[in-house]
T-cell receptor, first 117, second 116 residues
């Protein structure tokens, strides 16, 4: 079974703090993704990575950065947390590129519910 | 830009009722389509996917979806829902274009509440 784990299920931080969210996958997936999930807005892509040390901006990268030093680990960083970053953060991973069956599905972690006070 | 529309925000059904959740996407090329489900307190998991071939796709737990290319739709169906189907359902599209790997674009989700 593919397993994607996230370092915390719940996190409470104060405005201005630097926040690290960690994600680890155990299936040797090249691709990793960070989303935020908000009621009525669905999932929005923050950043993604197709390889170690590689990163690409998603749809809402402002206020976030990422780090991928090892293949299995993808970190999301909030440099200076703000209240509008209170959300559920989801990490996902997948195999890369095209296959005979098209693009591979993404496997998700349990999420980190972050509250910024 | 590609987009995915899920028309129903919240659907309430009684057990044994039939279910159809709408999903439309906007992209004229080749697409891969997915339905994910998120049960209360659990992580997103894949319900079913369409890559090519038979447009009627069967997934887990009795769910199926039909890809209708002319309507840009990929509606999710289940003949008879159970209380345990209470969850939020997300439609997603992965557009294949050029050499791009294509990221998943998600709809805003539909909450399904099944009354026992």
């Amino acid at each position: 079974d593919v397993k994607v784990t996230q370092s915390s299920r719940y996190l409470v931080k104060r405005t201005g703090e630097k926040v690290f969210l960690e994600c680890v996958q155990d299936m040797d997936h090249e691709n990793m993704f960070w989303y935020r999930q908000d009621p009525g807005l669905g999932l929005r892509l923050i950043y993604f990575s197709y390889d170690v040390k590689m990163k690409e901006k998603g749809d809402i990268p402002e206020g976030y950065s990422v780090s991928r030093e090892k293949k299995e680990r993808f970190s999301l960083i909030l440099e200076s947390a703000s209240t509008n970053q209170t959300s559920m953060y989801l990490c996902a991973s997948s195999f890369p590129g095209r296959t005979s069956e098209g693009y591979n599905e993404q496997f998700f972690g349990p999420g980190t519910r972050l509250t910024v006070l | 830009a590609q987009s995915v529309s899920q028309h129903n925000h919240h659907v309430i059904l009684s057990e044994a009722a039939s279910l159809e959740l709408g999903c439309n996407y906007s992209y004229g090329g080749t697409v891969n389509l997915f339905w994910y489900v998120q049960y209360p307190g659990q992580h997103l998991q894949l319900l079913l996917k369409y890559f090519s071939g038979d447009p009627l796709v069967k997934g887990i737990k009795g769910f199926e979806a039909e890809f209708i290319k002319s309507k840009f739709s990929f509606n999710l169906r289940k003949p008879s829902v159970q209380w345990s189907d209470t969850a939020e359902y997300f439609c997603a599209v992965n557009a294949r274009y050029g050499g791009s790997q294509g990221n998943l674009i998600f709809g805003k989700g539909t909450k399904l509440s099944v009354k026992p």
